[in-house]
């Protein structure tokens, strides 16, 4: 029999090949080849084994042990799917300085705090000193008797903790710290953090203990680690901020117990984060009235519905390049509603500078947000005001036409509910709620002349 030589494998999508490559040549990513020992052929039979439970009708499956508990944070819940399931794995992955560990503290505290407590929390920090996190914790409120507190790298001796405390919630913060004495490879390697991941969501399964990983991201905004990491965990997190803005969401990435597109809206003030169950305030709070380039919109984050405010600021230049910025909008889109305003509705921008930009640190780049952009555009360039209970929903195609968005009645009764009474819409958007009066919009030339003779 011939003998089988060295085996090679990505360690981010864990694909094999015959020989070291610099890149993967299934995920294209650089440096991530490494030598493994190669499996010997086995020709031996697999004789089966006794179970250890006979199989049983699915109807016949008892399902209230694995039933969602609550942590006590409603925003966090609502991403969850209802809270934590015992045993599931669950990965919060941000950039630095974001706020994953202050909102940890918190889903710790709370989780212990309630009445209806199911048991202890046990916070692993392997970044920093024992000392530091609690005075975090004291800084923003979230200390109690029942939450334990250490300071490890080490997987063994966190296993060790585990069977000490006896908690019924575990955090890891991060998953790139630790360490098996078991795998030969450094503290945050593929490796490494493959071996240690998969033993936490033995952990997990073995015990019904819901465990909380964090983890780092690389410079792209990706989970930091092999693309493994995501398939052995349960669900996976996503927390976003801008470091100007004291605005978060929690977005569900993958999510094996509820919905993966549902996102969760927190607030980072002076007492740690909050979470905030309306956040359509922020994003229209201090909002100006009766001033030319500002229209709002509702996008869809999840099944929540959010307005949004839009401006826009148009000045004439005689530079031979007009300046575009854009802030809290997708560079590309904004260029594509310009070439569609002056190509298609004529108004002239080609001498003229354009910046655009959001409020209150939302990020839009849903399609449905565009007709709302390019009225603050035509606003903002015949200085003309548009109505201030007036919102705007539609995609702007390149014919310039107003295409049909998702959702449109959900966003209209959001829009009611805060105040407004007139919206633009896309032709062929359902049924609408009756306390607001929509226009239908077919196309960016009608509506352009029609502002422009008020």
Known sequence: ????????????????????????????????????????????????????SPARPIAEVDVESARAQR??????????????????VVL?????????????????????????????ALYITGEESAGQVRLRAERTGNVHQEMFLASESDLATVIGHVDAVKPAMLVIDS???????????SAGGVTQVRAVTAALVALA?????????????????????????????????QFEGDK???????????????????????EMVEEGIVGVPDPSGIFMSNRVEGVAGTAVTVITE???????????????????????????????????????????????????DVFTATVGGMRIIEPAGDLALAMAVASAKLDIPLPNDMVIIGEVGLAGEVRRVGSVGRRLAE????????ALIPPDSGRLPPEIRATVVPDLRTLVDTLSKR
């Open 92 to 120: 919060l992955a941000g950039e630095p300085g974001v706020g994953k560990s202050t909102l940890l503290l918190e889903v710790a505290y709370q989780w212990v705090a309630r009445e209806d407590s199911p048991g202890r």
């Open 175 to 185: 998953v790139q710290t630790m360490s098996s004495p078991a795998v030969e490879s």
């Open 1 to 52: 029999m011939k003998k089988s030589g060295p085996a090679f494998r990505c360690g981010e999508c864990g694909a094999v090949v015959a020989k070291w490559f610099g890149r993967c040549p299934e995920c294209q990513a650089w440096g991530t080849i490494e030598e493994v020992a190669a499996a010997r052929p086995s020709l031996a039979k697999v004789v089966a084994g006794a179970p250890a």
């Open 415 to 422: 829009a009611a509910r805060l105040g407004f009474k007139r």
């Open 302 to 352: 999840g099944k929540r519905a959010l307005l949004g405010e839009v401006q826009a600021l148009v000045a004439n230049t005689e530079a031979p390049m007009p300046r575009r910025a854009v802030n809290g909008l997708e560079a590309s889109r904004v260029a594509k509603v310009l070439a569609v305003l002056e190509r298609r509705a004529s108004l002239p921008l080609g001498k003229s």
């Open 244 to 266: 100007y803005s004291s605005l978060r969401l929690v977005r569900g990435v993958k999510n094996r117990f509820g919905a993966a597109d549902e996102v969760g809206c927190f």
């Open 71 to 88: 942590t006590g944070v409603p925003e966090l819940d609502r991403v969850l799917g209802g809270g934590l399931v015992p045993g599931a």
């Open 205 to 237: 399964k073995e015990r019904g203990l819901p465990v909380i990983l964090v983890g780092h991201v690389t410079k792209e905004g990706s989970v930091a680690g092999p693309r493994v990491l995501e398939h052995l965990v349960d669900v996976v997190l």
